[in-house]
T-cell receptor
């Protein structure tokens, strides 16, 4: 079967660093995506990893280990506006179907 | 268009009625996806269209759900004989048919079945 696991909720303090983990078991792999979704809004693209290693984009970084079926999203210098759900999604091989995890709700406290 | 457009944005319907949700993808995007998201939950894959290929319907939860797409443009998701458990936001997304290409979401159609 296909499975993507993320923690349900996390809480962090403004200005801190938080790491959101994602593990996956899928039939093939064409890449892993992270999306941000504010309450009541559509998901928006944050990052894409297809090779092992760290991709950095401003305050956000994403890491991938294909052999471990593991990724994390690192958010630095947290701001209140970062309070949102963070969705991990895998593109499976042989198809362009994207499988999403249930998302991690991040609360940033002042 | 500039982005993925969905209509209606909100729909309240009585149990047992049929509803149609519409999605207009980004121009040039050959891949189109429908997802369902219940309140506080993750995205549940429903159906995927790619060009003229047969759609991947593996995520449709029951035969009350169906979707069509005209060529590489507009798609409609139809739910027949709606039930209260169908209440959710239905998100449409589109992308170029390239491996690793980002999918872009519409604002969603919020369906409430009363």
């Amino acid at each position: 079967g296909q499975n993507i696991d993320q923690p349900t909720e996390m809480t962090a303090t403004e200005g801190a660093i938080v790491q959101i983990n994602c593990t996956y078991q899928t039939s093939g792999f064409n890449g892993l995506f992270w999306y941000q979704q504010h309450a009541g809004e559509a998901p928006t693209f944050l990052s894409y990893n297809v090779l092992d290693g760290l991709e950095e984009k401003g305050r956000f970084s994403s890491f991938l280990s294909r052999s471990k079926g593991y990724s994390y999203l690192l958010l630095k210098e947290l701001q209140m506006k970062d309070s949102a759900s963070y969705l991990c999604a895998v593109s499976t091989s042989g198809t362009y179907k994207y499988i999403f995890g249930t998302g991690t709700r991040l609360k940033v406290l002042a | 268009g500039a982005g993925v457009s969905q209509s209606p944005s909100n729909k309240v319907t009585e149990k047992g009625k049929d509803v149609e949700l519409r999605c207009d993808p980004i121009s040039g995007h050959t891949a189109l996806y429908w997802y369902r998201q219940r309140l506080g939950q993750g995205l549940e894959f429903l159906i995927y269209f790619q060009g003229n290929s047969a759609p991947d319907k593996s995520g449709l939860p029951s035969d009350r759900f169906s979707a069509e797409r005209t060529g590489e443009s507009v798609s409609t998701l139809t739910i027949q004989r709606t039930q209260q458990e169908d209440s959710a936001v239905y998100l449409c997304a589109s992308s170029l048919a390239l491996i690793g290409n980002t999918i872009y979401f519409g604002e969603g159609s919020w369906l409430t079945v009363v």
